[in-house]
């Protein structure tokens, strides 16, 4: 039992964000921090300490244009050589002054056709650096009633879909997210799973969904979502992270483990732990330090997964079909209440890896070190 619980924990990938490890923080500021990294090629290099001391985190997702280069498969090789491999390219069609009305739901076509453009480079660059996941969202919507047509919005967001759908080549995919609101305050137009899922059905199975842990309102069983999308094979990957409030992106695992774990549970129920759900971070560190942080985080995706590993599948089961409400709910949350840590520390050590992260990176002097190299890091780009 236990082996087959670490062959599965062994086999999990979870990706780490680029925008994680530059300066990020809310409209009131910014705070910066030392040694934080001046270009893609250190974010990459610090996104490979994660991995070092985890194990778990061998992929980076990029985000363009924050993360420009005039080279993109030499950044590719770049990544390749730390030790880790460029994930999903993430697109920006949001921080233009053009896109003050929205972006390919504009009404004005030649910005629409602007933010496609944007969108089919995101693609190009896929191709360079070998990418199979194109993250798409939009920060598009309207901020008062009457302000656009929601209708008409919802046919150019269609059109440019499709012409993002048709530009994917074999073996690549779009994940399309949704968010409830931010920065449009009356109606956001991919607001929720339905509508991503509703778009991305008409197009075909290269277009999924992404479900963004912080992008609900309160309350939203989001493991019931992820259990939908799953059994419809339409959940492409999650960005995780922690809300208390609105799209806080702290750190996954910090605000609600057990969501996590329900989340997990699911997942793994409906068949979606393997090679084609992403495990993305979609995290800010605001305050923390951001190495540490990614690291905290990865380790608390790898909890809540042990966790959902741990559940007696047959004990549920027959509990549920005795219609034993007790029982189903003792052992589910048997799972959640286990000390998973002693099985990752143990799987770590087997693994030739450190048993405390957290502690290994800190003696590693890797943060002494940028701070004394690294002069004038850059910011993260708008907070994510
Ligand atoms: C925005 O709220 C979304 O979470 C995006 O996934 C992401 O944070 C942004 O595009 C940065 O890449
Ligand atoms: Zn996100
Ligand atoms: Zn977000």
Redesign the pocket.
Known sequence: MATDIKAALRRQRIET?S?AFGNSGTRFKVFAQKGVPRDPYEKLADAAQVHRFTGVAPTVAL?IPWDKVDDYAGLARHARDLGVGIGAI?S?VFQDDDYMLGSVTNPDPGVRRKALGHLLECVDIMDLTGSATL?L?FSDGTNYPGQDDLRARQDRLAEALAAVYDRLGDGQRFLL?Y?LFEPAFYATDVPDWGTAYAHCLKLGPKAQVVV?TG?HAPGTNIEFIVAFLLREERLGGF?FNSRFYA?DDLMVGAADPFQLFRIMYEVIRGGGYGEHIAFML?QCHNIEPKIPGQIRSVMNVQEATAKALLVDADALAGAQAEGDVLGASAAFMDAYNTDVRPLLAELREESGLDPDPMAAYRRSGYAEKIVAERVGGAQAGWG?
């Open positions: 964000p925008w985000h993430n920006n993250k969202w997210e968010k963004d992008h960005d799209d979609d994510a």
